[in-house]
């Protein structure tokens, strides 16, 4: 069983920047692939990033590339997602997500994720 907490998020202006944490509890966090994605309003949850076990394998949506980068510390239990030259766009509920991955890879499926934390919101003002 594992427990994740997001933090970080915030009201920001167009070009700024957030840093997301999401703290796991439980055991053998490295086991995991994590994830984390987001849903605006109005719409579904989308896939935003996701990193391997080991912290050496990376995925991102197309629409936030170059902005967002995923990464993990697999000593605090933690992974983080740094959100830069944020837009309106990236406007939503972002949502960690981890799941237990005996691959090398990662997944941007939401259906593959066994666990999810609460949300924190991120809001971008024009």
């Known amino acids: 069983q594992v427990q994740l907490v997001e933090s970080g998020g915030g009201l920001v202006q167009t070009g700024g920047s957030l840093r997301l944490s999401c703290a796991a509890s439980g055991r053998s966090f490295s086991a995991y692939a994590m994830g984390w994605f987001r849903q605006g309003p109005g719409k579904e949850r989308e896939f935003a990033a996701a990193i391997s076990r080991s912290g050496d394998s990376t995925s991102y949506a197309d629409s936030v590339k170059g902005r967002l980068t995923i990464s993990r510390d697999n000593a605090k239990n933690t992974v983080y997602l740094q959100m830069n030259s944020l837009k309106p766009e990236d406007t939503a509920v972002y949502f960690c997500?981890?799941?237990?991955?005996?691959?090398?890879?990662?997944?941007?499926?939401?259906?593959?994720?066994?666990?999810w934390g609460q949300g924190t919101q991120v809001t971008v003002s024009s």
């Open positions: 997500a981890a799941v237990l991955w005996p691959y090398s890879g990662v997944s941007r499926a939401p259906s593959t994720y066994t666990y």
